[in-house]
């Protein structure tokens, strides 16, 4: 068994713990947690298990390593702390672990990542012999492994797009909703992850890796950005009112310029409201989902939608990015100590987990 540390435990970590109870080569040996009031819990009540698991939290990061983990589930939020993030798990590699995290976007190439980022970690891994695997849903196997392998089964390719269109009122994390992307504030404030630049940080490795698999030569990348507000007040489940007039929903793309032309497509359409944009994309079902279509002959398309904890769409988002991650551990852990990505680490079947049932 492979002693398995998950190291955060919000929207991610939730699922992290689940993930690796129901591995059948992996062990849930400690839960490190920040907030002390989640200290002394058991993993199973902060994984939403149902039941103990006999592992309880603690806030002692250097106790834990000490013990010599052989993987870790780096669940913690990058969005607003990327240097603390790349502390961390260069401390987890120092340790000889290996880690997987959906936290840190610039590493989803990791060839394309910058040094400041790439050298860090690259001399982690020659001091303590540990890995790292960055992935997630979107960014992550929605504009990597899953397009990618539906582009084989076409005969020509005109255009590769990549969508996540979902309703954000289903999304428990109101600062990024609410200030990150900007739902519900003015119109004229400027949200950060919709500022220039941001995108292409965040999705830009993903538009490179996918030209690299694809053979294709990258003349530039490129956004595009819209945004419309709400037409009446609206009132969530998980975050109280968004104001009529303010920010209710969002278009970007982040385009990926070959021969002149967009031809590989990262698309985000965000509503807090399906009445907001009604003209834009929507899901199948209006909560959310991923798609992707590839342009070409012949044309396909498809829809991914995930639930979990309760139909929560968001939650189902959340799990997949963790069975991405969960699920190459063990292939890690058999590989050469190294900075993977997508391209170098295979999806594959949930060998020893059919009917394994979990509460």
Known sequence: MISTVVWGTGNVGRAAIRAVEAHPTLELTAVLVHNPDKVGRDAGELGGLGRPLG????DDVDAVLATGPRAVVYAASGDIRPDEVLADISRAIRAGAVVVTPALYALYDQLGAPPELR?????AIADGGGSLFVSGVDPGWGNDVLPLLISGLGTSIDVIRCQEIFDYSTYEQEESVRYLVGMGQPMEYEPLMLAPTVPTMVWGGQIRL????????LDDI???????ALDATVSTRTMGSFEAGTQGAVRFEVQGIVGGEPRIVIEHITRIHPSCAPDWPTPPDGDGAHRVIIEGRPRIEVTVEATDEGENRSAGGNATAVGRLVSAIDWLVNAEPGLYDALDVPLRPAVGRLGRRQP
């Open 222 to 228: 490129r956004e595009t950005l819209d945004r419309r």
């Open 119 to 123: 050298e860090p970690v690259l001399a």
């Open 55 to 58: 592992v309880v939290a603690n």
């Open 210 to 217: 996918m030209a690299r698999a694809l053979g294709a030569e």
